[in-house]
């Protein structure tokens, strides 16, 4: 069975830094396409950076700023958040099917593979 449990949300001060976690486990992470989602309140859910065999793909908001890596030895995903901007609480998802990032981040993320559970993080003064 496939499984992601994302870690590492909580609160940071506008300008701040944050790193996201994604342990998996039921499949091989090299083998598939990990892609990190948020949603805001009000606002639909929307893929953010995408690491996989093909080159990552970052959306254009966090280009600069976000870093998504990987650690197959620990087979966990990780995801970089610098100069966070002032926003309401914001639920990050991680998420993983076969095929292109391109493809994953342009796909609602109930029609892939598996998710997790989802971390909150909250940017705020």
């Known amino acids: 069975q496939m499984q992601l449990a994302e870690s590492g949300g909580g609160l940071v001060q506008p300008g701040g830094s944050l790193t996201l976690s994604c342990v998996v486990s039921g499949f091989t992470l090299e083998d598939f396409s990990i892609g990190w989602y948020r949603k805001a309140p009000g606002k639909e859910r929307e893929g953010v950076s995408c690491i996989g065999k093909t080159p990552s793909v970052d959306r254009d908001s966090v280009k600069g700023r976000f870093t998504i890596s990987r650690d197959a030895a620990k087979s966990t995903v990780y995801l970089r958040m610098d100069n966070l901007q002032l926003e309401a609480t914001v639920e990050y998802y991680c998420?993983?099917?076969?095929?292109?990032?391109?493809?994953?981040?342009?796909?609602?993320?109930?029609?892939?593979?598996?998710w997790g559970q989802g971390t909150l993080v909250t940017v705020s003064s």
């Open positions: 998420a993983t099917d076969l095929g292109p990032c391109a493809r994953l981040l342009t796909t609602p993320m109930e029609e892939l593979a598996a």
